[in-house]
Structure formats: C-alpha cells, structure tokens
C-alpha cells in the first residue's frame, strides 16, 4: 500500500543536539511539506517542497534545515537554534503544486529534555 | 497573509445528534477549502473539501457549506458515532509562490458521547 513514513514515532533527545526526523513516500508525489504540531496552535508550516533539489521556507523556518535529494525522501533537521523543538512533527505530501488534498505521515513526537 | 479562525474548539454532543463546526478565512483569494480528521497519535486524513464555485457537497454524512460573500465555511456531521471523536482542521488555500499552501485553523476536539 502507498503512503508517508515517519519515524522513529517518538524521539528524545539532549538540547544543544541536532536531530533529524526521517519522511518517506511511495505514492511518485512531487511534492512534501513539513508540519509542527502544538496543542492548541493548529499545524504551522516549517518547509516545503516542490520538486527534488528545492524546498522553501513556510511559515516557521527559523532553526530547521531540510533536503530534497530523492523524490521519495524530505528529511528535517531540528537544530540546536531551535529554541522550544519539542512537538509533533507531521510530514505531508500532495501529487504536485496544484493537487490541493495533502496525505499526512503518522507524526514523529520530539522530546527535547 | 491568510487567517482562519475555527470554532468552537471543544464540541460534546450524544450520539445521533449533528455536530457542526464553522471557519472564517481572511484572504479573498483563498479558493480551497479542506477538512481533515485527526485521531489521537495519527496523522491528519482528508475528509471532504470544497472548491470556490461550489456552495456545498455532501458525502454521506458529512457535508460542507462555503459562503464566499461572507467568508466563512462549515463542516456538518449528521447521526454521530462514537468513532466520529476526534480533532477537525479546516483550511484555507491560496496561491503562495506558484504552490496552493494552505492555512488551517486551530482545530475543534469533537467528543461524541455514547
């Protein structure tokens, strides 16, 4: 069956480290967003994708990296300049810029202690 | 840039009864309108959308109503069930750098009591 990866489901980590959250589909779409998840705040968008070897800045960029080396792969950095990282993080993906539904990964939940 | 409000952010009500969630959105330009259902630990999954030249859609028990005039749209859930609990996002898209990137309100926790 075709869909969005995310793992690990829950992830600890020490402040100060860089963590990445993998993002993996098997559905050839063109393009994959990333999503910060916190109660009460809706999902904000960190990074986007629309074709391999681009990706823009959303919304809440500041202490993130990201990639797009494979069609199928969008991993995201959280950097130690990430001042408050602990959330959920949810990855997206849609066919391409004017297909307007998303199919959402299950989420990777971040701990920073 | 966008703003979507949802109401309300809580919502209770017995099985069998009708559930409705509203949205307003800022941006005149916005043109699409997605509901997603999110259950606990999950990710977000598509329910319904509605497009800027359609008033309203139905599927089953769901519908959407948009109201471009006023900026604002609902989503309607009839005969609730138990597995109908869970958090509603609407949302708004418009064109941003060539891409539709939507904005989504701040979710309603629906709590269906059986």
């Known amino acids: 069956d075709g869909g969005i990866t995310q793992s690990p489901k829950y992830l600890f980590r020490k402040e100060g480290q860089n963590v990445t959250l993998s993002c993996e589909q098997n559905?050839?779409?063109?393009?994959m967003y990333w999503y910060r998840q916190d109660p009460g705040q809706g999902l904000r968008l960190i990074y986007y994708?629309?074709?391999?070897?681009?990706?823009q800045k959303g919304d809440i960029a500041e202490g993130y990296s990201v990639s797009r080396e494979k069609k199928e792969s969008f991993p995201l950095t959280v950097t130690s300049a990430q001042k408050n990282p602990t959330a959920f993080y949810l990855c997206?993906?849609?066919?391409?810029?004017?297909?307007?539904?998303?199919?959402f990964g299950s989420g990777t939940r971040l701990t920073v202690v | 840039g966008e703003n979507v409000e949802q109401h309300p952010s809580t919502l209770s009500v017995q099985e069998g009864d009708s559930a409705v969630i509203k949205c307003t959105y800022s941006?005149?330009?916005?043109?699409?309108f997605p509901w997603y259902k999110q259950e606990l630990g999950k990710g977000p999954q598509l329910i319904i959308d509605?497009?800027?030249?359609?008033g309203e859609k139905k599927d089953q028990r769901i519908a959407v109503t948009l109201n471009k005039t006023a900026k604002h749209f609902s989503l309607h859930i009839t005969e609730t069930q138990p597995e109908d609990s869970a958090v509603y996002f609407c949302?708004?898209?418009?064109?941003?750098?060539?891409?539709?990137?939507?904005?989504f309100g701040r979710g309603t926790s629906l709590i269906v009591h059986p």
């Open positions: 941006d005149s330009a916005s043109n699409y």
């Open positions: 997206a993906s849609s066919r391409d810029r004017e297909d307007y539904g998303y199919t």
């Open positions: 994708s629309q074709i391999v070897n681009d990706f």
């Open positions: 949302a708004a898209s418009r064109v941003t750098g060539g891409s539709y990137i939507p904005t």
């Open positions: 509605i497009r800027s030249n359609v």
């Open positions: 559905l050839n779409h063109d393009a």
